[in-house]
């Protein structure tokens, strides 16, 4: 079975219900997540980088006002969901779903853009159960720089609170789509688990996205893990090496440089999102997960390396 730690399905689920659907896992997700093993996610909010053609018809402008709406999707969907998947906020409310044969989520957050200067935003993530946090998507704000920001800027003063406040809040810190001053002044600051949720290896891809093998290392003595992300522009440059082997290789390289106790899943799948958001090959989708531990397998991992990977190392971080 598999914990995938970063999903963006909040995204397709709040596009369907501003048209007029519902049940939206159910009917459209669902099916490939069981064919998957999936028994559990994180379901970020994201609205930074929503095309504006998303709220087009809306009055959400703002990133506030779109945050609470994919918020208030986001608990509608999940209230028509209960007899088949339960929002947790602890590793032990995970398994217990899992004994019951349900599926559960954490809820996570993918950039802060939208609480601007007032920190009692995190208050607010944290009253909605959200339980992993990233200060940015790729865009500066007044907390910190993402990967398409200055290079020369890191956390602000506000952002060095924001981090604070989410650990006493009980977030976990996460440090995907940080850009590298932002991560180094996280990294100075460090006093607790810091994860990368959905990020791969830049030795293996040489992208703002990816993390270097000091970062790698970081995150490793933290306590933390990092994701494996299916994303094809963060597996290769090379479009015919943007396979699941390769992922897979991106996986190895990881577990040689941190220990395959601090590697996971993270897979971010969004296909559904259109052109220029497919996985790579053999991974389209969640259905086709288990082609990952295949080649891990291939590699001459072993079934307990390949349990951690897939679900143990993820959760134990949010025990």
Not at 190 to 203: E, K, L
Request: proline content about 1%.
């Amino acid at each position: 079975m598999v914990f995938d730690g970063h999903s963006d399905l909040l995204y397709d689920v709040t596009r369907r219900r501003m048209l007029g659907e519902n049940r939206v896992l159910e009917r459209c997700h669902r099916a490939q997540l069981l064919r998957g093993g999936v028994e559990g996610l994180v379901l970020s909010l994201w609205t930074s980088g929503t095309p504006e053609t998303f709220w087009k018809e809306t009055d959400c402008r703002t990133a506030a006002q779109r945050t609470a709406r994919m918020m208030a999707c986001a608990q509608a969907e999940l209230a028509e969901c209960q007899d088949w998947l339960v929002v947790v906020r602890t590793a032990r409310e995970a398994e217990r779903a899992r004994a019951a044969g349900r599926q559960y989520a954490f809820l996570g957050i993918e950039g802060m853009e939208a609480i601007g200067a007032d920190l009692s935003g995190i208050d607010r993530y944290a009253g909605w159960g959200a339980r992993l946090g990233m200060l940015t998507w790729n865009e500066e704000n007044f907390l910190a720089t993402g990967v398409w920001g200055d290079s020369l800027r890191g956390l602000t003063a506000l952002g060095k609170r924001a981090v604070h406040r989410m650990r006493q809040r009980g977030m976990v810190v996460d440090v995907s789509h940080l850009n590298d001053r932002s991560f180094q002044d996280v990294a100075l600051g460090a006093d607790g688990v810091v994860i990368a949720s959905h990020s791969n290896c830049r030795r293996l891809c040489s992208v703002p996205r990816n993390l270097t093998d000091d970062q790698l290392r970081f995150i490793r003595d933290t306590g933390g893990v990092v994701g494996l992300n299916v994303h094809h522009a963060f597996v290769h440059e090379e479009a015919q090496k943007q396979t699941a082997e390769m992922l897979a290789r991106h996986a190895a390289h990881m577990a040689d440089v941190m220990g395959v106790e601090h590697v996971a899943c993270g897979f971010d799948f969004c296909q559904y999102m259109g052109p220029g958001n497919e996985g790579v090959e053999g991974m389209e989708n969640a259905s086709q997960i288990k082609n990952l531990f295949y080649w891990l397998e291939r590699m001459g991992m072993h079934s307990q390396e390949l349990q951690m990977i897939a679900r143990d190392n993820f959760l134990r971080v949010l025990a």
